[in-house]
DNA sequence: TTGAAAGCGCTAACAT
DNA sequence: ATGTTAGCGCTTTCAA
């Protein structure tokens, strides 16, 4: 076992209750005692139990992490820079892999509960009204997600639910018109998760976009958000009415540029491919990918933020812009 | 507050000792009983509290999982695969990444134990003594890490010490035999952190194989272990007499065929590039990389396997093996 | 300024 | 088969 507080205490020649006190900074205890506690402390290598004091204090210093993927580096960005600002909070994190299944969501959340002070939720797949019941339990950081309060605001926003999302309307608008100025007249998008909240978002700024400038626009699913999908993904597309892509992520797009370089079809020559999220390290995609910048770091900051510093109904947003390097050109002409 | 057992075994009318009993499904509770309980939890939307359990019990069901880089995809396949089996168990897992750096790994550390039941150390950059001193504190797996047991065996190996390693040693062997069948006579190696134990294992069996076959190794530094990191160290590489690159890992590997690509250095033709882990997607990596498999996902189960079936002085290896792709091919000769 | 004692939610002897 | 009781390690009233 583990040296208690009550070791402390005795060799200090103190009661728990001071030993307490002192070990915590409390102002009411002098200093020549203060001094004999924490060198007992120090010299019987005194680690206090986490679980001891979240017990009595009711909070526990840790957050619950679940992510619909690990493995996928919009999320483990989002993951370091959230752990790194926490973890100098000195809060721990407890992480969860939903692995974009709501139902394991839901167990990780039930697993998660009672030993964390807060819950982030990236991309959360679940039905709002889980989301509202988990935040009824604790704080809830959604990430990359709003729910529908409009929807006749049938369900009450808890106070302790905040949301982080990306502002990608704007940006998504900005690359359907730079296809536009380029001389495309068609739009395909490829898809990312069905249940994803911000493959909606993208979605219906494309469909507005594409409406306002009278450009018809293609919708492929990928079965994966991911390079390998962003390969197979290209068997969907219509590559003889198609001279501009736009992807739900920058991994589809390289997948996409893969598979469009082993079909022999130039980019951006042929075919214009823009990415989202800016995620790639300069030089992976060849060539150069145009994509919309949207950080999964600041996603991170700003969640983290939302932890550290909670506010009632607090929402923030991430702005995007769209960053525009090789992968786009002038439309060819279709033969 | 959430409910507590207390209120459970009110509302069923029996003691709170009957009422854990029936929630925890020990068989001395008779069916109407274990019934009465269950329904009142039901109704009342119980979940035990962790903490209260873990600290009458001494366990808490998690594991504290630390890591040099939760952006590398190594860790996070590694991470992932250890969730997944961890999660299974309904054992939750707490994270941290150390960036590298034995300092913070040394905090992380502190702030888990006492709250996880055991340890896993991935690729840990800490000395020897250190590791000893936490293993004899909780359960520690190592991961990717051995320790130098055979120095004088000067420090004794706790029992509930696991290490878990890749066995690169043959499958490097083989690479340098396969470039060198190939007619090429000298090696170069980008090799990875200095602080890496894998890392010194890979410089060790390059050494040996070269010195059997009397080539020349030449060994260059990455300043991270990365696609950037691969990219930069092109600079560093005398590209007038090399004619066969090593890497420590795919990512630089893929780093150093982007910068290749860009100096007008074709490969395989004039150059033969190798990585390590298999870790790339297929059609990532142009052309497709020769490579030393060796699986963070295996070795994630392996480490898994070692939490959940402890075992005193537990080891287990993951075995390697060199694919042979398209980034190799006989040496060119030089001017 | 310090100590005694209660209690956070739960489990596990020990009794009955 | 069930109840009583004593903690697990800590914080925090309340008294002194």
Not at 224 to 238: C, E, H, K, N, Q
């Amino acid at each position: 076992m583990a040296t208690t507080i009550r070791q402390i205490a005795s060799a200090a020649g103190v009661s728990v209750a001071t030993a307490s006190r002192a070990l915590n900074g409390a102002p009411s205890v002098v200093d020549r005692t203060r001094e004999r506690v924490l060198a007992a402390a120090a010299l019987l290598d005194y680690t206090p139990s986490r679980l001891g004091r979240s017990l009595a204090t009711g909070s526990t210093g840790n957050v619950g992490v679940i992510l619909p993927d690990v493995t996928n580096p919009f999320y483990t960005s989002f993951l370091a820079e959230l752990e790194s600002v926490l973890g100098a909070h000195d809060r721990g994190i407890l992480v969860g892999d939903s692995h974009e299944s709501s139902e394991q969501e839901r167990a990780l959340i039930r697993r998660m509960s009672g030993q964390v002070d807060a819950l982030v939720l990236a991309s959360s797949r679940l039905p709002d009204a889980d989301i509202v019941a988990a935040a009824a339990r604790l704080p809830v950081v959604l990430a990359n997600r709003l729910l529908d309060g409009d929807a006749g605001d049938r369900l009450e926003l808890p106070e302790r639910l905040a949301q982080i999302t990306l502002d990608i309307e704007p940006a998504f608008a900005e690359a359907v018109r730079h296809l536009h100025a380029l001389g495309h007249r068609s739009v395909a998008y490829l898809d990312g998760p069905p249940q994803s909240w911000s493959g909606r978002q993208k979605m219906r700024s494309l469909e507005r976009a594409c409406r306002e400038l009278r450009m018809p626009l293609a919708v492929a699913a990928t079965a994966t958000p991911d390079f390998v999908g962003g390969r197979r993904a290209l068997a969907s597309i219509d590559l003889t009415h198609t001279t501009a892509i736009i992807a739900f992520n920058d991994e589809i797009a390289l997948g996409l540029l893969s598979a469009l370089r082993d079909a022999g079809v130039e980019v951006p020559a042929r075919m214009s491919v823009i990415g989202c999220d800016d995620s790639l390290p300069e030089g992976l995609a060849w060539p150069s990918l145009t994509t919309v910048d949207s950080s999964a770091r600041t996603l991170g900051a700003l969640t983290a933020a939302a932890i550290v510093e909670p506010k009632p109904h607090h929402t923030a947003t991430v702005p995007t812009r769209l960053v525009v390097r090789d992968s786009t050109a002038e439309a060819s002409v279709l033969s």
